[in-house]
């Protein structure tokens, strides 16, 4: 059905922006006009109309930002997760701001600047302030009755947070707990106590994962002073999680992160995300060329060799690749450490030097064929030596980079080969040449 809609000339009929999802409506006004995008959400009831334009992309909303009417903008706004405003507000420039600001109520002001003011990537920048509040001495039934004045403005009620007075974190309380329990039990005696927090500071990676590791709806987040300022929800940490999976991606790739979704992305802008990396791979190749002329003389007596040059080298990197790839993703969810190294690094040798001998058992057929058992005998060396230097190299880059403190992603596919190719390079012909000339 989108793809019939996308297709269709004019607006977009009234019936089919009701009956959409909100996110399957904002998935079909990404592709049009930002006019033609706000003309639909116009129509739209406050609630809805919010709640759509919340899921758009966020070129998307700073170009209907720059062309809606600041009051009607600003009821939009006014209406939207707290924490999805202070994302927007983030992406508009001083001008826009300037125009929208008059049109907010103080308070949504205040709150935009208090989440707006920590940095990007933390979790103080995905939370919302919109969490539901608690004291101590409630009944259950007064608890349930608290919930239901707060729930038309809050992110979730499933899980109330229980405050003292300064807003230290005591504790939480389930819904269902409240629900169930006897209607003059005290929320005191139904809390959870030393619940899991994260600080503001923290990386929104770490609340991610905490909401994993507890299976929890939201996390709680605690400021400098030990005062709750917000939760982070799970569909957020599912978005950091996201956005994390994809920055690794790209870096895998060997190429920085764009910010911006493939679609949208500049041919200058994919030109400068990715020159870098690939002019300091040009370089590093140097190296492989440097070792083939280091054994000139070795290979102009023995043509057979080059024949299974890239093959070798090849194997060396895919193994490096492998390993590197293992490693960056257990580094990055928390199931290995740095203290795990040499633990790893003992059953990466031995998982390395099974493989190796499995694929020298296989290269020296082609070694008997092509150049006779003297060839054979040298790949099938070359084959084991460059698989276990490979996997050791891409297993041991990860946990360098992380203890220089650098994102382990950073060991990349495109650098583990450049690695690994001059090291086999060296190996290969450095094996022939013992057994041939020596």
């Known amino acids: 059905m989108t793809r019939t809609l996308l297709g269709a000339a004019g607006a977009l009929p009234p019936e089919t922006a009701t009956a959409l999802h909100p996110a399957?409506?904002?998935?079909?006004?990404?592709?049009?006009?930002?006019?033609?995008?706000?003309?639909?959400?116009?129509?739209?009831?406050?609630?809805?109309?919010?709640?759509?334009?919340?899921?758009?992309?966020?070129?998307?909303?700073?170009?209907?930002?720059?062309?809606?009417?600041?009051?009607?903008?600003?009821?939009?706004?006014?209406?939207?997760?707290?924490?999805?405003?202070?994302?927007?507000?983030?992406?508009?420039?001083?001008?826009?701001?300037?125009?929208?600001?008059?049109?907010?109520?103080?308070?949504?002001?205040?709150?935009?600047?208090?989440?707006?003011?920590?940095?990007?990537?933390?979790?103080?920048?995905?939370?919302?302030?919109?969490?539901?509040?608690?004291?101590?001495?409630?009944?259950?039934?007064?608890?349930?009755?608290?919930?239901?004045?707060?729930?038309?403005?809050?992110?979730?009620?499933?899980?109330?947070?229980?405050?003292?007075?300064?807003?230290?974190?005591?504790?939480?309380?389930?819904?269902?707990?409240?629900?169930?329990?006897?209607?003059?039990?005290?929320?005191?005696?139904?809390?959870?106590?030393?619940?899991?927090?994260?600080?503001?500071?923290?990386?929104?990676?770490?609340?991610?994962?905490?909401?994993?590791?507890?299976?929890?709806?939201?996390?709680?987040?605690?400021?400098?002073g030990e005062m709750m300022v917000g939760i982070v929800t799970a569909d957020d940490a599912m978005d950091v999680a996201a956005e994390e999976a994809t920055e690794d991606f790209h870096k895998a790739g060997g190429s920085a992160s764009l910010g911006v979704s493939i679609r949208e992305a500049t041919i200058g802008l994919l030109y400068r995300k990715r020159i870098a990396w690939l002019v300091v791979l040009v370089f590093a190749n140097v190296f492989s060329g440097a070792g083939i002329a280091a054994f000139e003389d070795v290979i102009a007596a023995n043509v057979a060799l080059v024949f299974f040059l890239p093959l070798l080298i090849d194997s060396g990197g895919n193994a490096g690749s492998q390993s590197a790839t293992l490693m960056v993703r257990a580094l990055a969810t928390g199931e290995a450490r740095l203290g795990d190294w040499a633990r790893m690094l003992g059953r990466e040798v031995s998982v390395a030097g099974l493989l190796g001998l499995t694929m020298a058992g296989a290269v020296s057929i082609l070694g008997l064929v092509r150049g006779g058992p003297e060839i054979a005998v040298i790949v099938a060396m070359t084959m084991v030596c460059v698989v276990l230097v490979g996997s050791v190299i891409g297993l041991s880059l990860p946990f360098l980079l992380t203890k220089m403190k650098l994102d382990p992603a950073t060991a990349s596919a495109p650098l583990i080969t450049s690695i690994a190719d001059a090291t086999g390079v060296l190996i290969y012909f450095a094996i022939a040449s013992a057994l041939l000339v020596g």
């Not at 904002?26 to 709640?51: F, K």
């Open 24 to 224: 399957d409506l904002a998935a079909l006004l990404d592709r049009r006009a930002p006019g033609d995008a706000w003309e639909v959400l116009a129509r739209l009831p406050l609630a809805r109309r919010a709640e759509t334009f919340g899921y758009l992309a966020a070129a998307t909303q700073v170009a209907i930002a720059g062309i809606a009417p600041p009051r009607d903008l600003a009821a939009v706004i006014s209406a939207m997760d707290a924490d999805e405003r202070a994302d927007l507000w983030n992406q508009l420039d001083e001008e826009a701001r300037a125009a929208l600001a008059p049109a907010l109520a103080a308070a949504e002001r205040e709150d935009i600047r208090k989440l707006s003011s920590y940095e990007p990537g933390t979790a103080g920048a995905v939370m919302t302030s919109e969490y539901a509040v608690l004291r101590p001495d409630l009944t259950a039934r007064e608890a349930i009755e608290a919930l239901r004045g707060q729930a038309h403005s809050k992110e979730t009620i499933q899980v109330a947070y229980v405050l003292s007075p300064q807003r230290r974190l005591l504790g939480t309380v389930l819904l269902e707990d409240l629900v169930l329990a006897p209607a003059d039990r005290r929320v005191e005696a139904l809390m959870r106590k030393d619940p899991p927090f994260v600080h503001a500071g923290d990386p929104a990676e770490a609340a991610a994962r905490a909401i994993a590791k507890y299976d929890l709806p939201a996390i709680p987040v605690i400021n400098g």
